[in-house]
C-alpha cells in the first residue's frame, strides 16, 4: 500500500467520536444492560487457598427472599474446557471451567452461584451458603527467585555469545536483585457480564478487550457452535489487560441464563477484583551487567521468576526488551515460574517489558554512577545499529533522540550527580532517567466500509474500543480516503458477529486496523465509482473509472471541484442502498519478521525529598515518544499521561498483599489498595517525536497505549537515589526505605 503522507484529518487533533456518549452517560456498558425478567447472579467464593471442598450446605440460602436458584457443581450443567489455541483464538486465563472439581487452589475460586431477583437477595444469599473444607498448606509467598519451583524449570529466553566468561573478567558490573509485587489492574469498570439465552441462542454483553476471541472461548466452553454466541462490548471503562482473555463469572452468567431462560446479571465485586481476573504476578529478576571503563556493555543477564497459578502457566516475559534495547556481544535471558496459591496472573498494561524495564534500567542507573558515567550518555554509547537478538534492521528507532530531546526539555545539564547536590524552594530534588521500549505489531484484520444513500460511511470491524480512542481514530482514517467529514461516519464496533477485527491489547488496534480499514474505503469507493460509471441517471454514466475519484464526500472528474455529485445523489439515482468494501490485512508476528518493529521512549522524573517530614513526591516527569505517526495527537498524549500517572503507583503505591495466614488477597479495595491519584500527579510533559513506520502500514502507525509507562519506575527510583542515597530495588518505594 502506498505511503500517505499529506492528509487533512491524520495527525489533526480531532476530538472522540464517541465523547458526547460518554459524558451523557448514553454509552452502554456491559453491566447498563437490562432485559425484562432479569435476575442477578453472586458468586460463593471459598474462603480457602488450598483443599478441598467437603461440603455445600445451601438449605439456608434457596428459602431466602428472592432467591432462585443457588447452582455448584452438581446442577450448573456441563461446562467443557477449550481447545488449544492459535494465534489470538481460543485463549482462555484460566483453563479449568468453575466447579469443575472440588479442588480449591486458590481463595476466592468460585464454589458455587447463587440467583436471586435482586443483586442484594444473591449477594445475601451467596453469603448463607454454607461451606466445609479440608484446608492443606498454602503457598502465598512472594520470594521467588530461590524459591522451589515447582514447573517449569527456569527456561533460556535468549542468548548470544558467552555471558558468563564476560561477566567473570569485567572490572565494572552490576549484579542485583530487583523485586515487584502483585499488582491489581483495578479499571474503574468492574468485570460484568449479563448473559442472555433464548433456549437457542447466547447474547453476551461482556467486559471484553477481544470480543471475537470471547465468544469463540464462550461457545467451546458452553458447548455450542460460534454462531450461537454473540459477544457485545460497545464500551469498556479500560481493562489494562485484565479483559484480554475470558474469566469465570462470564461463564458462570451464561450457565445460569442456559438453565434459567431468564437474562442473568453477574458483577464482579472489587473484591473479587483481587481474586478471579487475573493480576500482574509478583517477579523476582537478577541483573547481571559488565561494561568497559568507557561504558560500552559487554555482557547482560537477567534472570526473572514470576509467580503463576496452580495450573495454569503464565509467563511474564520479561526479558521481552532486553536483548534488542542496547549493544552488547553476551547476552542470556532466561524466565522461570514459581507457583502459588493464586488466582491466574494475567497480561497487565506492558506485560514483560515494564517489569522487565525497570530492572534492566534500574541497572543501567546502578552502572552509570558505578562508572561516573552520565546515565544519559550510558544508554547513548550503547545504542546497537541493528536488532543484534534477531539479526534484523530496526524498522524505526530513534531511542537516541527520545534521550537528547529529553534531556534538553528536562534540563539534565544542569544536574549536578551528587546525591542530595540539588535543591530547589527547601526541598532536596533527585533527578532520573531511564529508556524505554514496547513491540509494535499488526495482527490479522478484517472490517468493512459501507458508502450509503444518506451520504454517511459505515464502518465495521469486532474490535473494541478500550478508552484510548479507537473509534475516533478509525473514522479519521475513512475521513481521509473518503472527504467525508467524521460526522457522517459511523463506527460500529465491540460485537463478535462484525468482521474479525484485532485484540484490544499490545498497543495494536491503530496498527492493525489502519491497512484493513484503508482497504475497505478504497473498494467501497470503487464500488461507488463503479455505480457512477455505469448506471442510468448518473452524470458519469459511460466515463472510465479511472477518470473518476471520491473527493470531499462527491464523485467528480478526477482534480475538478466543477459538476461534483455527492456519492448519496449517486446511489439514489442508482436506487442502491450502500456499496461497500472490505479489507483484510495480515500480521507481522511470528516467524522471523523483516524488521524490528518497535516503539521507544525515554522517561525522565524529578522527586522532591523532604527528609524532615519524610515526604516525597514525584514533582516532574517528561517523556518523549517514538510510537510511529501520531493519528490523534490529544488521546494520544492521554495515553501516555495516564500511563505516567500508572507509572507513578507502581513506583510508590501499588501492592496486592497476600495475608500468609489465609492467602487472601488482604488490601483488597480502592482504599487500603492504593493507586496514585490526581493528587500524586506530577507536572507531565509529553513529546512525540512522530516518524511515520512505513514499514508497519501505509499510514506508519504504531501505537502508544503501553509505552508510557515502561521505563518509569526505574527513572523514579533513579530519582529517589539521587535525592537520598537509597537505592530501593523493592517496589514500591516505602517512607521507611527512605529513613
Ligand atoms: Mo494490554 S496488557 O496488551 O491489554
Known amino acids: 500500500m502506498d505511503q500517505i503522507k499529506e492528509s487533512k484529518v491524520i495527525g489533526v487533533a480531532t ?46 440460602a434457596e428459602k431466602m427472599p428472592g432467591v432462585i436458584a443457588i447452582y455448584h457443581r452438581q446442577n450448573i450443567g456441563k461446562l467443557y474446557r477449550t481447545p ?17 472439581d472440588d479442588t480449591i487452589r486458590y481463595h476466592g475460586q468460585y464454589v458455587a452461584v447463587a440467583v436471586a431477583q435482586t443483586v442484594e437477595q444473591a449477594r445475601a444469599a451467596a453469603e448463607c451458603v454454607k461451606t466445609t473444607y479440608n484446608k492443606q498448606t498454602h503457598n502465598v509467598d512472594g520470594k521467588l527467585l530461590n524459591s522451589a519451583l515447582t514447573s517449569p524449570k527456569p527456561e533460556e529466553k535468549s542468548k548470544r555469545g558467552d555471558t558468563a566468561a564476560a561477566l567473570k573478567d569485567a572490572k565494572f558490573k552490576v549484579n542485583e536483585v530487583y523485586t515487584m509485587p502483585v499488582e491489581t489492574h483495578n479499571p474503574i469498570e ?15 454483553y461482556e467486559t471484553s478487550q477481544a470480543v471475537v476471541n470471547h465468544r469463540d472461548v464462550m461457545a467451546a466452553m458452553l458447548g455450542v457452535p460460534p454462531e450461537k454466541v454473540q459477544v ?27 438453565n434459567l431462560k431468564r437474562p442473568v446479571k453477574l458483577v464482579v465485586s472489587r473484591q473479587m477484583m483481587f481474586q478471579s481476573v487475573g493480576h500482574r504476578p509478583a517477579i523476582d529478576q537478577r541483573i547481571q551487567l559488565a561494561a568497559t571503563p568507557d561504558g560500552k556493555l559487554t555482557a547482560v543477564q537477567q534472570d526473572y521468576v514470576n509467580h503463576t497459578s496452580i495450573l495454569d502457566d503464565y509467563d511474564e516475559g520479561c526479558g521481552e526488551i532486553t536483548p534488542f534495547i542496547y549493544s552488547t556481544p553476551n547476552l542470556l535471558v532466561t524466565g522461570g515460574l514459581a507457583r502459588r496459591n493464586v488466582g491466574n496472573p494475567t497480561a497487565m498494561r506492558g506485560p514483560g517489558a515494564v517489569p522487565g524495564l525497570y530492572a534492566l534500567e534500574s541497572a543501567m542507573d546502578e552502572l552509570a554512577i558505578q562508572l561516573k558515567m552520565d546515565p544519559v550518555e550510558l544508554r547513548i554509547k550503547n545504542e546497537p545499529t541493528m536488532d543484534e537478538s534477531l539479526g534484523i534492521p530496526f524498522s524505526s528507532r530513534h531511542l537516541k533522540e527520545c534521550l537528547t530531546t529529553g534531556a534538553e526539555k528536562f534540563g539534565w545539564s544542569r544536574r549536578t550527580p551528587g546525591i542530595g547536590s540539588m535543591k530547589q524552594d527547601g526541598l532536596t530534588l533527585g533527578w532520573g532517567v531511564a529508556a524505554c521500549s514496547w513491540i509494535a505489531a499488526r495482527i490479522e484484520t478484517e472490517a468493512s466500509v459501507e458508502l450509503r444513500q444518506d451520504g454517511t460511511a459505515r464502518i465495521a470491524c469486532g474490535t473494541q474500543d478500550i478508552g484510548g480512542g479507537t473509534y475516533t481514530v478509525m473514522a479519521q482514517v475513512v475521513s481521509h480516503e473518503t472527504g467525508l467529514p467524521l460526522n457522517k461516519i459511523d463506527v460500529v464496533l465491540g460485537d463478535s458477529s462484525l468482521p474479525p477485527g484485532p485484540i484490544s491489547g499490545g498497543s495494536w488496534v491503530t496498527a492493525s486496523m489502519t491497512p484493513s480499514v484503508l482497504e475497505a474505503a478504497q473498494k467501497a469507493s470503487k464500488s461507488l465509482l463503479q455505480v457512477a460509471t455505469t448506471s442510468e441517471g448518473s452524470p458519469f454514466k459511460g466515463k472510465k473509472q479511472d477518470e473518476l475519484e471520491l473527493a470531499d464526500g462527491m464523485v467528480r472528474i ?23 468494501g472490505t479489507g483484510k490485512s495480515d ?22 525529598w523532604q527528609p524532615e517530614i519524610a515526604r516525597l513526591r514525584v514533582s516532574r516527569v517528561v517523556t518523549v515518544i517514538d510510537a510511529g505517526r501520531i493519528l490523534n495527537p490529544p488521546p494520544a498524549r492521554n495515553q501516555i499521561e495516564g500511563a505516567v500517572m500508572m507509572g507513578v503507583g507502581m513506583a510508590l503505591f501499588e501492592e496486592t498483599m497476600y495475608d500468609p495466614r489465609t492467602g487472601a488477597p488482604i488490601n483488597n479495595n480502592l482504599a487500603d489498595y492504593v493507586v496514585a491519584v490526581n493528587a500524586d500527579t506530577p507536572n507531565i510533559d509529553v513529546t512525540f517525536l512522530d516518524y511515520p513506520d512505513y514499514n508497519l ?11 508510557g509507562l515502561a521505563g518509569i519506575a526505574a527513572a523514579i527510583t533513579g530519582a529517589v537515589h539521587h535525592a537520598t542515597g537509597v537505592r530501593v530495588r523493592n517496589l514500591p518505594i516505602r517512607i521507611e526505605d527512605l529513613l
Not at 191 to 196: E, G, I, K, L, M
Request: net charge positive.
Open 190 to 204: 468492574l468485570h460484568a457480564s449479563v448473559a442472555v439465552y433464548d433456549g437457542d441462542k447466547f447474547t453476551l
Open 558 to 580: 478526477k482534480g475538478q471541484a466543477q459538476g461534483a455529485v455527492p456519492m448519496g445523489e449517486i446511489l439514489r439515482a442508482a436506487k442502491i442502498n450502500a456499496v461497500s
Open 587 to 608: 500480521g507481522t508476528l511470528g516467524g522471523k519478521p523483516k524488521f524490528s518493529f518497535h516503539s521507544y521512549g525515554a522517561q525522565f522524573a524529578e522527586v522532591t
Open 697 to 707: 502500514n501505509a499510514l506508519g502507525a504504531r501505537g502508544v497505549g503501553e509505552i
Open 15 to 60: 476530538p472522540r467520536v464517541d465523547g458526547p456518549l460518554k459524558v451523557s452517560g448514553s454509552a452502554m456498558y456491559a453491566s447498563d444492560h437490562h432485559f425484562p425478567g432479569m435476575v442477578y447472579a453472586w458468586p460463593v467464593c471459598a474462603t480457602i487457598s488450598s483443599g478441598t471442598l467437603t461440603g455445600l450446605d445451601t438449605a439456608t
Open 232 to 258: 457485545i462490548t460497545r464500551f469498556l471503562g479500560s481493562g489494562f489487560g485484565g479483559k484480554l482473555w475470558p474469566w469465570p463469572h462470564g461463564l458462570l452468567a451464561a450457565a445460569c441464563a442456559r
Open 84 to 100: 488449544p489455541s492459535a494465534g489470538f483464538t481460543m485463549i482462555v486465563d484460566e483453563k479449568r471451567p468453575p466447579f469443575e
